[in-house]
């Protein structure tokens, strides 16, 4: 069974940075496309990041393009994202998540429903 772990998060001023990281554990997932995503207080699971298996192609919510990068490390079983910039409205329980399958190497998904394991989620506050 694939676990995901989620490290990195914590709390920071407006304008810093974090980089947050998802160690798997149980099987590889050098093959499973990954993404991120958000929960804030009261709202839905919201889209944050995604990067297909290979690492070749990523896609980012609007909110935070340019700001945050995803990347992956297929040797060590890990998947990053870099946020730069961040502001209040990013704080949120970041989560991350694999998707068993994929329909060609360079598909991410964005969807939610497209990921079959999740990890527990790490706390990002970033204050004003």
């Known amino acids: 069974q694939l676990q995901l772990v989620e490290s990195g998060g914590g709390l920071v001023q407006a304008g810093g940075s974090l980089r947050l990281s998802c160690a798997a554990s149980?099987?590889?997932?050098?093959?499973?496309?990954m993404g991120w995503f958000r929960q804030a207080p009261g709202k839905e699971r919201d889209f944050v990041a995604a990067i297909s298996w290979s690492g070749g192609s990523t896609g980012y919510a609007d909110s935070v393009k340019g700001r945050f990068s995803i990347s992956r490390d297929n040797a060590k079983n890990t998947v990053y994202l870099q946020m730069n910039s961040l502001k209040p409205e990013d704080t949120a329980v970041y989560y991350c998540?694999?998707?068993?399958?994929?329909?060609?190497?360079?598909?991410?998904?964005?969807?939610?429903?497209?990921?079959?394991?999740w990890g527990q989620g790490t706390q990002v506050t970033v204050s004003s």
């Open positions: 149980g099987r590889t997932v050098g093959s499973y496309p």
């Open positions: 998540a694999a998707r068993k399958q994929y329909h060609s190497v360079s598909n991410y998904y964005s969807g939610k429903t497209s990921y079959d394991y």
